[in-house]
């Protein structure tokens, strides 16, 4: 098991070292797509065992490809999380077929509902909302289901500039979680931006939404990949930070490390425990190898610091 660790730098310039830990990343979750994951031969080597890893369904992907994938990460010791997006599935019949393949063949029990990249629904299935008033996500056993989450609003849904629609579907998601027998949290898109995410999280925590938060964060990456990124995504206040971050040549030079981030984040949570925010999520925009780096190198295992504390 693993806590995050960060090192104070005023206490370092003085030579303390001294390092503070949290638990935000204990565990994390991470993304691949099956491209990506046919890269890594071992993902025990970088992953601690049990990790949580979404496989995100890109347009084009066919489902052979995708249940392949979780098999692999299942047989290899890790919890596995595919997108369903909505918008990609015809109808219900092969959202069916589907949740029957991950079931049988790769013994998946978890699943990331969303509306998905398509900006016009293939078939008769718009929104995540349909996926989960199917029913067949409880008929076939599935124990956890993750819904997104929009901390800087989203065009796509909400093409005024408001976040009525975004606020509407969530709410009806949090309603739904009071029936079905899964777990339910929520998984943000990456941002570059803390204080955006918790006035968010504290706003949806004051409508009455229970949901633990999971944030998306971004791994290590140059700052061209990351805006590149930002701007598919349609993050709007965390693309001005990249852009402020670009103008700083000697930042420009360096690759991003989600280090800041986290630290805002972390800092957050302990100083209001009641936060929906629970965990986070890494999204490898600069390989998962790096990503993965880079949390091992800012972790220490659980019985390491059991023992410093004795």
């Known amino acids: 098991m693993a806590i995050l660790k960060f090192t104070d730098r005023a206490k370092n310039k003085s030579g303390a070292g001294a390092k503070s830990s949290s638990a935000l990343l204990n565990p994390y979750s991470i993304e691949v797509t099956p491209k990506t994951a046919a890269k890594i031969n071992d993902f025990s080597k970088f992953l601690p065992a049990g990790t949580r890893v979404y496989i995100a369904h890109i347009a084009g992907t066919s489902i052979q490809d ?3 994938t979780a098999k692999r990460l299942r047989q290899d010791g890790f919890a596995v999380m595919p997108h369903f ?3 990609s599935i015809p109808d219900i019949a092969t959202l069916g077929s589907w ?3 991950y079931r049988h063949e790769s013994d998946v029990t978890e699943a990331l509902l969303l509306g998905g990249g398509e ?3 293939v078939g008769s299935i718009e929104s995540s ?3 989960l008033e199917s029913g067949l996500f409880d008929r076939y056993g599935f124990k956890r289901l993750h819904v997104a989450g929009h901390p800087e609003g989203s065009r796509d849904i909400d093409p005024d500039g ?3 629609n975004v606020d509407s579907a969530l709410k009806w998601k949090a309603d739904f979680s009071r029936v079905t027998d899964a777990e339910m949290a929520i998984v943000t898109q990456f941002g570059f931006e803390p204080t955006v995410i918790t006035t968010w999280a504290e706003r949806i925590a004051e409508a009455g939404i ?3 938060i999971h944030v998306g964060i971004a791994g290590p990456a140059k700052l061209q990949t990351l805006i590149k990124f930002a701007i598919s995504c349609g993050v709007g206040p965390s693309l001005k930070v990249l852009q402020k971050r670009a103008l700083d040549v000697t930042r420009l030079l360096m690759p991003y490390e989600p280090t800041e981030m986290v630290e805002a984040l972390t800092t957050y949570v302990e100083n209001n425990p009641a936060s929906l925010i629970s965990q986070l999520h890494l999204f490898p925009l600069g390989g998962i190898e790096p990503a993965a780096r880079w949390v091992g190198d800012n972790t220490v295992t659980q019985s390491h610091a059991a023992t410093a504390t004795l």
């Open 129 to 131: 909302i349909q996926l």
């Open 210 to 212: 229970t949901l633990p």
């Open 119 to 121: 900006t016009r629904p």
């Open 162 to 164: 408001t976040t009525r």
């Open 85 to 87: 997006p909505a918008r």
């Open 99 to 101: 949740i029957e393949l």
């Open 66 to 68: 995708m249940v392949a």
